[in-house]
């Protein structure tokens, strides 16, 4: 069973960037989507990003266009998460999540065809 590890997270500024990764171990063999999905106190977790195996596809939640950027590296099993301009409304637990094995181009941005929930990085953005 795949293991997720997420890290980068931390209590920034508003304004500031940061990078989570996502470290993937133990997985089979296949080509799996990945995302990050965030959730904040008292709301539910949302999609902020998703990129397929082949990195050619990926989805924005419209609050991030523009300011995150997801990328992945499968030499190294890690997707990441650039994320610049933060803002307070950018303040959540971040996880990280794989889909099942599908094509190298598929990706989707319901977070229910994603599992493997890592832990978790939190990040904080003050005003």
């Known amino acids: 069973q795949v293991q997720l590890v997420e890290s980068g997270g931390g209590l920034v500024q508003a304004g500031d960037s940061l990078r989570l990764s996502c470290v993937a171990s133990?997985?089979?063999?296949?080509?799996?989507?990945m995302g990050w999905f965030r959730q904040s106190s008292g709301k539910e977790r949302e999609s902020v990003a998703t990129?397929?195996?082949?990195?050619?596809?990926?989805y924005y939640a419209g609050s991030v266009k523009g300011r995150f950027t997801i990328s992945r590296d499968n030499a190294k099993n890690t997707v990441y998460l650039q994320m610049n301009n933060l803002k307070p409304e950018d303040t959540a637990v971040y996880y990280c999540?794989?889909?099942?094995?599908?094509?190298?181009?598929?990706?989707?941005?319901?977070?229910?065809?994603?599992?493997?929930w890592g832990q978790g990085t939190q990040v904080t953005v003050s005003s």
């Open positions: 133990g997985r089979t063999a296949g080509s799996y989507a």
């Open positions: 999540a794989e889909s099942r094995p599908y094509d190298s181009s598929w990706y989707s941005q319901d977070s229910s065809r994603y599992g493997g």
């Open positions: 990129i397929s195996w082949n990195g050619g596809r990926a």
